[in-house]
């Protein structure tokens, strides 16, 4: 069973240590990790996020009337903990604040579990990444992939895709504050 | 929607303020954050763990026969960044490891949400402390309650209550590395 949960990440690491070389600053880094794109404008793919701010975690979200079978996916999202702290102090998302939603596969029934769901092999990633002077709509999103296979880099998504729905819908700055439990108490405390 | 999601944890945040003065050190401190314990020896209840390491989430997990009705609750993870980065590195978890299990009750169907479930309020906390000089086992137990009305300190809980299954059943050094994501990946890089 180990082995089961642990090759499909090994072997997601072991496709992608070029980019290590070339992507976010070193987690203990005391400044803000901040977004890198290439030369074509493609956005590197972030990792090291261990060290992110986890601002909340959700199981087979829909939006639609359509509710698929099964538990769905788990959807864990993290910020970089400066972009948080600015969120907390001021109520403000500061530029170049990103967000990564990871995406796991429910798994259970592993060792002693009996029921329930526990996060299995990943198997995705998008981002968002707020910077005014290279969006217009001021946020873009990006997709690294959803199948296991992730990409090193990505290019914005077209802004119907996902950026619409933010703009409309989410709590505050385009961002679904209110789906995630670390963003709500850090909003609260900055209302006015 | 936004009134209902927040005012419980603002009530839970406002009826322990005594404790941040006491806690763990702040959050940028380069120290390792230790387990804080009063005159009596229970543990202070840990706070500020927005910038710990989140290791996972699982939802509704058993471990008998019995399914409840229901997704179950949330729970989310964290340990100390450095504790998690000396497992990472070393394969060992440092005295002074300390995990947190933070509850949140399932939600959905607020905002555009129409299925799944997003983690609403912050109804419980349990704690585990590596400490071999204070506890016999090497290892102890802490509830903080199940409710929402969080204690501001806990007594560690006898062993058969919580070490038994994680001396028994646990991946790794009591701690359950199999269901949490992060835990295993950095475990797999670890193994000889």
Redesign the interface.
Known sequence: ??AF??LP??AL?ATLPFVESHSYPA?DSPSMPLPQFDASGALVRPINF??W??V??????????E?PQG??E?H?V?TQ?EA?DTYRSTGKFPEKTTFLLVV?QPAQK???????????E?TGLAVSVKDSSRFKEGWAYFSFGEGGDLAATAKALPAPMCFS?HNQ?A?DDHV?V?????L??A??KSLP
Chains 1, 2 share one sequence.
């Open positions: 069973m180990r949960l642990l990440i090994a690491l987690p261990e060290h701010t986890f909340g975690s959700n199981i087979g979200m829909t939006y639609s009337d509710h538990p769905g788990f864990n993290y903990p948080f796991y592993a060792s002693i579990n009996k029921g329930g769901y526990f996060e299995g990943m729905c819908h709590d679904f209110q789906f995630h439990t670390i709500r108490s909003r609260h």
